[in-house]
């Protein structure tokens, strides 16, 4: 190929780059109005008539500034074991069954794994629901629990 | 003008035509040919890859309540965040497969040969860094399945002789993937590698600079051409139809994200980016022992190649025993990468 050829081949493909970018501004607003899946899945507003008493649980018995908005924003606990930071709740359906769940709920997580067995004991501790809420409270808040999974996930890229 | 270069030649006093030299250096002619300019390809990769990853910076945040939600931001909300990141992602694979496509050629032309050993070193160190870009880069998603990667990938450490446990240690900032793990990435995927390349890409250079560009052998043609223009033009065409390639990529496959990161819940099926396959699919072939140990040997078997290769050529001269074995292990390797990505 002749220098001169691969001059001219070097604006036109320049000329498609420009091109590939403006098509690709163009999709830009297409593209940033579509909702992250994972995030709106687990909004704490987007809740279902029917699960409305569990968030009013999840945020009245002080579950959310732990867990977090939707169970998916755990605090710091430092050399806690579990990546020191208070666990995400969004994938228990898939962890625990109803009645492990209830267990957890009632007991509560008094002692939390460290992360380094020298290190420092972790300062957030899962306190026990037992005598602050009745069976059907704990039902409704493991109904809206189970439905923090996130819907339509696409792992990967 | 004149009295500018003066002012400029007496601060900086370097020759205009020291400067140009480099430019100016003739090309057997043989490098006309696409297939050998691949070795500029990963250099032009690089310099997308450090371009998007610079600007990625504006927006990630290295900690892990914060890392997977700052991805998602810049994936569905950040103007153009959805492009750059998909450019990156993509031109990170792309300079894999690109390294790997200049090495085969290098092995199949025996460019290692001596004088040249050393580059074949420092290409493989090249080669290996690039790996580690990759799978440093893949954990600060702080997805489900990056952080589980991260895990396996990182415990296999571990079981590498005298140095596993600490380099672990170092890598992890503690026994388990915590918090430090994704600042130590972040530190080695930002400043850390990009300084180990730096210097590599650089020694690599300047060693074709010393030797000059290798000839195949059999070709005896005594004709050149110069680096600039033509040489130069030639990389700017495959620079400018790597990055159409990669813009309509992303327009039509634009990235996306998975769940957040969750230490409590591992997912049902696990497993490490398409570049890792082959490792993976060995490793769960054998024992822990036999895949650790035969994949350590396999990387420290690449690094002195041209040394064995030069002992097989004394043992049998004219069998052509190197091309046949790299052959073997090539197809072996590329059996490995189809058997996980269709079966595994």
Known sequence: MSITAQKYLV?????????????????????????????????????????APGLKIFQEYGCIVCHGEGGNHGAHNINAQTG?????????????????????????????????????????????????????????????????????????? | MSQFRKWLQERVPIEVETLQKPFKEELPVHMKSWIFCLGGTPLILFCILAATGILLTFYYVPYPGQAYHSVANITYKVRMGWLIRGIHRGASHLMIIAVLLHMIRVFVTRAYRKPRELNWI??????????????????????QL????????????????????????????????NPNTLTRFYNFHILVLPAVIF????????????????????DSRKETYPFFPDHVLRETIIGLF???????YVIYFPPTIGSPATPDATPTHIRPEWYFFPTYR?????????G?????????????????????????????????????????????????????
């Open chain 2, 199 to 218: 210097l590599l890409i650089g020694a690599h250079l300047v060693f074709i600079r010393l030797h000059g560009v290798s000839k195949p052998e059999g």
């Open chain 2, 292 to 344: 650790i140990g035969g994949t350590q040997l396999f990387i420290i078997g690449m690094f002195l190649w041209p040394f064995i290769d030069a002992g097989l050529e004394k043992i049998a001269p004219n069998k052509n025993l190197g091309i046949i074995i790299g052959t073997a292990f090539f197809l072996l390797t590329l059996v490995f990468l189809v058997w996980e990505s269709f079966i595994g």
């Open chain 2, 242 to 248: 790597i990055l159409i390639v990669l813009v309509n």
């Open chain 2, 146 to 177: 990056s952080y589980w990667a991260t895990t396996i990938g990182t415990n296999m450490i571990a079981d590498v002789p005298l140095i596993g446990k600490p380099l672990l240690y170092l890598l992890r900032g503690g026994p388990n993937v």
């Open chain 1, 84 to 157: 020191q930071q208070v666990p995400s709740l969004i994938h228990v359906q898939d962890s625990y069954t109803k009645d492990e769940l209830i267990a957890k709920i009632r007991n509560g997580v008094p002692v939390v794994a460290k992360l380094d067995t020298n290190g420092p004991t972790p300062p957030l501790y899962m306190p026990s629901f037992k005598n602050l809420l009745t069976d059907r409270q704990i039902e409704d808040l493991i109904d809206y629990l189970y439905s923090l999974k996130p819907k339509g996930e696409d792992l990967g890229f």
């Open chain 2, 282 to 290: 060995w490793l769960q072939m054998t024992s822990l022992v036999v």
């Open chain 2, 122 to 143: 420092l290409g493989v160190a090249l080669f290996l860094t690039t790996l580690t870009f990759a799978f440093t880069g893949y954990s600060l998603i702080y997805d």
């Open chain 1, 11 to 51: 604006g036109l493909l320049g000329f498609a780059l420009l091109g590939s970018v403006i098509v690709a501004g163009h999709q830009d607003a297409k593209h940033r109005k579509k909702e992250n899946p994972a995030t709106t899945s687990t909004a704490a507003p987007s809740v279902s008539l029917g699960l």
